[in-house]
């Protein structure tokens, strides 16, 4: 079984910046386009971002949209989002997900597209 690991997450004010990490070193990173997914409590995990395998091609959930940033560094084999003025609604577990492309420029927002996942790492947004 895979394993992905992501850390970054803590407790911050609102209006506050957080990076998140995710180590896919595990997987042949380049292959793979990636997504980070969070899940507030009492709701369903949801799309954040996402970034194909080859190109930097980004997609982002209208709620983060111009406030955070996902980016990958193949060479390190890990992913990263980039959270920026964050706000008591971001608070949730952050979740990072593969899915195996091959050298694609494509993006994906469902959950079931990804078959790798990370634990999550938790994210508390204080007013």
């Known amino acids: 079984q895979v394993q992905m690991v992501e850390s970054g997450g803590q407790l911050v004010q609102a209006g506050d910046s957080l990076r998140l990490s995710c180590d896919a070193s595990?997987?042949?990173?380049?292959?793979?386009?990636m997504g980070w997914f969070r899940q507030a409590p009492g709701k369903e995990r949801e799309f954040v971002s996402a970034?194909?395998?080859?190109?930097?091609?980004?997609d982002h959930a209208d709620s983060v949209k111009g406030l955070f940033s996902i980016s990958r560094d193949n060479a390190k084999r890990t992913l990263f989002l980039q959270m920026n003025s964050l706000k008591p609604e971001d608070t949730a577990v952050y979740f990072c997900?593969?899915?195996?492309?091959?050298?694609?420029?494509?993006?994906?927002?469902?959950?079931?597209?990804?078959?790798?996942w990370g634990q999550g790492t938790q994210v508390t947004v204080s007013s």
């Open positions: 997900a593969a899915k195996f492309t091959g050298l694609s420029r494509g993006t994906y927002r469902k959950e079931r597209d990804y078959k790798y």
């Open positions: 595990e997987l042949q990173f380049i292959h793979y386009s």
């Open positions: 970034i194909s395998a080859i190109d930097g091609y980004t």
